[in-house]
């Protein structure tokens, strides 16, 4: 998959700048693509010299000036066509904290318990973050409601994913430093 799909995908929920949607890639997108502003910045030049996307100028006082951008025709026709393909290869796992986790016999156990702690910690957070935009996208409904009101189901159902990722964080990481602080304790296993 490439980037500009996943700018695609964050503009289907309307007009928005650079700095928003790289602020909201985050809370959007986050749970399934990761971008650096400076990635974004360069992609929607892109899009927009190819067509894919139209941006225009507000004009701000006290402030510089902003672009929007927002979804052509030939970008709407782009994401349905992305849709009907089939996925490619399911994503491998690349995490370099499963690298040290693999080498911590032979390395620097403790070091490995805070990077294990902080992945816990990090995902706690995020897991916070989305089921605060749970929240927001529920108002008060059940899920039931929701999907049968919603005038988008895609959101959410990503959403219910990246929340599902940060529980097995979670999980996982709780589970690690019980057996690492076990071999840290005096009397562990060295």
Same mark, same amino acid.
């Given at each position: 998959?490439?980037?500009?799909? @996943?700018?695609? #995908?964050?503009?289907?929920?309307?007009? #928005?700048?650079? =700095?928003?949607?790289?602020?909201?890639?985050?809370?959007?997108? #986050?749970?399934?693509?990761?971008?650096?502003?400076?990635?974004? +910045?360069?992609?929607?030049?892109?899009? @927009?010299?190819?067509?894919?996307?139209?941006?225009r100028v507000v004009e701000q006082e006290r402030r510089?000036?902003?672009?929007?951008?927002?979804?052509?025709?030939?970008?709407?026709?782009?994401?349905?066509? =992305?849709?009907?393909?089939?996925?490619?290869?399911?994503?491998?796992?690349?995490? *370099?904290?499963?690298?040290?986790?693999?080498?911590?016999?032979?390395?620097?156990? @403790? $070091?490995?318990?805070?990077?294990? #702690?902080?992945?816990?910690?990090? @995902?706690?957070?995020?897991? $916070?973050? +989305?089921?605060?935009?749970?929240?927001?996208?529920?108002?008060?409904?059940?899920?039931?409601?929701?999907?049968?009101? $919603? *005038?988008?189901v895609g959101p959410y159902l990503t959403l219910l994913?990246?929340?599902?990722?940060?529980?097995?964080?979670?999980?996982?990481?709780?589970?690690?430093?019980?057996?690492?602080?076990?071999?840290?304790?005096?009397?562990?296993?060295p």
């Amino acid at each position: 998959m490439a980037l500009r799909n @996943a700018v695609m #995908a964050a503009l289907l929920e309307g007009e #928005a700048s650079g =700095y928003d949607l790289a602020k909201g890639f985050d809370a959007s997108v #986050a749970n399934f693509w990761t971008a650096t502003p400076q990635q974004l +910045y360069r992609e929607l030049e892109r899009m @927009a010299g190819e067509g894919l996307i139209a941006a225009r100028v507000v004009e701000q006082e006290r402030r510089p000036n902003k672009r929007l951008f927002s979804l052509t025709e030939a970008g709407l026709e782009a994401v349905r066509a =992305y849709v009907a393909e089939p996925p490619g290869r399911p994503t491998a796992i690349r995490d *370099e904290l499963m690298v040290k986790v693999q080498s911590a016999d032979v390395g620097d156990l @403790a $070091a490995v318990r805070t990077a294990i #702690a902080a992945r816990v910690e990090r @995902a706690g957070a995020k897991l $916070a973050r +989305y089921e605060r935009l749970q929240e927001r996208l529920l108002d008060g409904r059940t899920e039931e409601e929701h999907f049968a009101r $919603a *005038e988008r189901v895609g959101p959410y159902l990503t959403l219910l994913r990246g929340m599902a990722f940060e529980r097995e964080n979670i999980r996982w990481g709780e589970t690690a430093l019980r057996i690492v602080e076990g071999r840290l304790a005096p009397g562990g296993r060295p």
